[in-house]
């Protein structure tokens, strides 16, 4: 499987974003998906994740109540609608497979990941 995200871009303050993780291959609907963000000079953090059926999702505290994570396994797509961005969301953005069982926070519990998006918050 592999994936490639989209959708980054500058946009202002209080502004939106989706993000797009495509999927190549037949097992992709299979797995969870994770979004995740790296901002520079820091490590690589969790934002948000989605269980194979997008029955259950996960969020970071920081991004509850503006970010929605949701796919479309007939897509083999997975998307992340950010609203009131803030400059703080300024990052790349990667989406990967959950591998194993590990807490869907846990960033070692992913693999296949994607090339990242950038985004960019301007105040």
């Known amino acids: 499987v592999q994936l490639q995200a989209c959708g980054g871009g500058l946009v202002q303050a209080g502004g939106s974003l989706r993000l797009s993780c495509a999927a190549s291959?037949?097992?992709?609907?299979?797995?969870?998906v994770g979004w995740f963000r790296q901002a520079p000079g820091k490590e690589r953090e969790f934002v948000a994740a989605i269980t194979w059926s997008g029955d259950n999702t996960y969020y970071a505290d920081s991004v509850k109540g503006r970010f929605t994570i949701s796919r479309d396994n007939a897509k083999n797509t997975v998307y992340l609608q950010m609203n009131s961005l803030k400059p703080e969301d300024t990052a790349v953005y990667y989406c990967?497979?959950?591998?194993?069982?590990?807490?869907?926070?846990?960033?070692?519990?992913?693999?296949?990941w994607g090339q990242g998006t950038q985004v960019t918050v301007s105040s």
């Open positions: 990967a497979l959950k591998v194993d069982s590990s807490h869907y926070y846990m960033i070692t519990s992913y693999g296949y």
């Open positions: 291959g037949r097992t992709f609907s299979r797995y969870a």
